[in-house]
């Protein structure tokens, strides 16, 4: 019997979840599966995966094969290196201490990086509000200096022309004289 691992979607039209499966490779997609590995939400970001490591790996070392996708999410959580650094171990390239550091080493290192996305997310979405709240005060402003100047100018204007007809008519007496 051909095992795969694979994923099995659930969730609404347009918001998938999946769960992380060992099925057979005849059974349909989202029919039979022999035991449930962990889930995996799309929806977030960065995409969220909840998966059980032990059972995953063993499934991994008895010989169930991975789909291209869940390749890389088993990938991404080291899954697939610790099989890796095992096989080095069974053929004595490594002790199982370099192996276990190796893989602590690689995990620090993947967990720094998936802090660092979600400090950026979070800070570049605060730049965003901040950006938005000042373009907003700005456009305030502006509303309130267009009022202003709207209600302001017509005690301007009538005493501009009175200013500029007295040259006329003292122009206009003179030149009758």
Known sequence: MATKIRLQRHGKKGKPFYYIVVADARAPRDGRFIERLGSYNPNTNPATIDINFDKTLEWVNTGAQPTDTCRAIL?????????HLEGGVKK???TEEQA?????????????KITGKKTSLTSAKDEAR??????????KEEKAAAIAAKNAPVAEEVEAPAEEEAPVAEADAESAE
């Open 75 to 83: 990938s991404y959580k080291g899954v697939l290196y610790k099989k």
């Open 92 to 94: 004595g390239a490594l």
């Open 100 to 112: 276990a550091e190796k893989f602590a080493a690689w995990s620090d290192l993947k967990d720094g």
């Open 130 to 139: 901040k950006a938005a709240l000042a373009a907003e005060a700005k456009k």
